[in-house]
């Protein structure tokens, strides 16, 4: 029963964000996509986790609910007005060849900006742990005693958060690669640089951001640009063979990063089917426990009566981390309390973050939210064709993929992605729209400037 309303939920949901919003990938469609599949990996039961309780199914798909109502309030508001770009905005679409030259050139100085920043960054951290380690290869053998080291202590001496640029380089390089049509160096760099970050981390988290943002720049600000163009099956071919090649990028290094730590893959409880995935790679044990074990640990988690949080300490934790610094009494841990499922795990889905920072009432309202902000930046992007729009709707899709695991906000690398790319985004803006009014291409004045 509870399998059919899955995809009852899965494909309805999917299909009224392609009625609703005319494209096939969009907030909504990753939503249950990502929720969808996870729901039905976990009740196929190839690891033997608690029974959820009807209370937290109940709770699960009325967040899901919430969500797809958020996104659908706004378009019910937007709805009667045509999804064109606002002739008073200066906009930034692809309509002249010297127009084209300009925003690639813009783009790939500030990548290659963002690459020397970041692999400067990176070879710092490096240069820290084979000091600490005593060698290069010391620190891919002892994959595992580093995780376990990060996680319970930290890793001391690096620069915190310049390396997360590495995130607004990738959402640039996916603007950038859509545009030019083919996969150059200086949009690969940024993927070779987050890989080499997460194997220094033995994470894998950033991994998936960067694939979400990729995809985002890749698929949303160049769309336009690629319309203009005849298509043909071998332009989609090269295109789906780019997006290919760029996400391989990716899955090895989360590949690489799994099989370093020396992941274990025996888990209690873990049925026969699961066990012959022991000594495989990419689909491991581990990999479908990293996409399920979440919402046994969101049922443990209310079977717990919840925690001691203050108010916000999840969601907006990058904040008062911050003011924790100054003095304040407002410490938030870096991960969260683990819970038996019966496999021990500590990321129970947003939906934990949110009842933990604001009660029951939090799982309804905040995914509403979530919805609404998406949906809005949405048609704002489609209308102004703006890098800031772009910007702020990349960083919400991260966090709706995400929330499977947790709520995103927590993470203060994905806060100083959104910050840089606002800031590169800005620049960009005002400058095109600069550009246009010196050549004349209209009239009206241009809010960017």
């Given at each position: 029963m509870i399998i059919i309303l899955i995809i009852i939920a899965t494909v309805g949901s999917i299909i009224l964000s392609r009625t609703i919003f005319g494209v096939w990938f969009t907030h909504v469609s990753l939503y249950a996509a990502t929720w969808g599949v996870s729901l039905l990996l976990f009740e196929l039961n190839l690891i033997n986790y608690y029974k959820i309780e009807i209370e937290t199914w109940i709770i699960i798909f009325c967040g899901w609910c919430a969500f797809i109502l958020g996104a659908i309030t706004v378009y019910f508001a937007y709805k009667n007005i045509p999804l064109q770009k606002n002739n008073l905005s200066c906009s930034i679409s692809i309509e002249k060849s010297d127009k084209i030259t300009d925003e690639l050139r813009l783009l790939k100085k500030i990548l290659w900006i963002l690459n020397v920043i970041t692999f400067?960054?990176?070879?710092?951290?490096?240069?820290?742990?084979?000091?600490?380690?005593?060698?290069?290869?010391?620190?891919?053998?002892?994959?595992?005693?580093?995780?376990?080291?990060?996680?319970?202590?930290?890793?001391?001496?690096?620069?915190?958060?310049?390396?997360?640029?590495?995130?607004?380089?990738?959402?640039?390089?996916?603007?950038?690669?859509?545009?030019?049509?083919r996969l150059k160096i200086v949009a690969v760099i940024p993927f070779v640089i987050i890989i080499i970050l997460e194997i220094a981390s033995m994470g894998r988290a950033k991994l998936i951001m960067a694939g979400v943002l990729f995809f985002s720049g890749f698929y949303f600000m160049g769309k336009e640009h690629r319309q203009k163009y005849r298509k043909s099956i071998s332009n989609i071919f090269k295109k789906i063979a780019i997006f290919i090649v760029a996400i391989a990028f990716l899955i090895i290094g989360a590949e690489f990063v799994r099989s370093t730590r020396g992941v274990?893959?025996?888990?209690?409880?873990?049925?026969?089917?699961?066990?012959?995935?022991?000594?495989?790679?990419?689909?491991?044990?581990?990999?479908?426990?990293?996409?399920?074990?979440h919402h046994g640990v969101f049922n443990q988690y209310l079977k717990h009566d919840g925690e001691n949080n203050f108010w916000g300490s999840n969601t907006f934790a990058p904040l008062f981390r911050i003011m924790a610094k100054l003095g304040f009494n407002t410490h938030v841990e870096t991960y969260q309390i683990k819970y038996p499922t019966p496999v021990s795990a500590n990321t129970g889905t947003y939906l934990r973050e949110f009842h933990a920072d604001f009660g029951l009432i939090g799982v309804f309202i905040c995914p509403y939210l979530l919805g609404i902000f998406s949906s809005f930046f949405w048609y704002r992007m489609k209308r102004s064709g703006r890098y800031t729009d772009m910007a702020v709707f990349s960083y919400l899709l991260v966090v709706i993929a995400m929330s499977l695991f947790y709520i995103a906000t927590r993470s203060g690398d994905l806060l100083v992605c959104l910050i840089g790319s606002l800031g590169f985004g800005y620049l960009i803006d005002r400058k095109l729209c600069h550009e246009k009014m010196t050549k004349n291409l209209h009239k009206s004045p241009c809010p960017v400037c």
């Open positions: 400067l960054t990176t070879i710092y951290q490096w240069n820290v742990l084979i000091n600490k380690f005593g060698s290069l290869s010391n620190v891919i053998i002892y994959g595992n005693f580093l995780y376990s080291y990060r996680v319970s202590e930290g890793l001391p001496g690096g620069i915190p958060y310049v390396s997360s640029l590495a995130l607004t380089s990738i959402l640039l390089a996916g603007v950038y690669t859509s545009k030019v049509g274990n893959e025996k888990f209690h409880g873990a049925s026969q089917t699961l066990e012959k995935l022991g000594g495989m790679s990419f689909i491991t044990p581990s990999i479908y426990l990293y996409l399920t074990v």
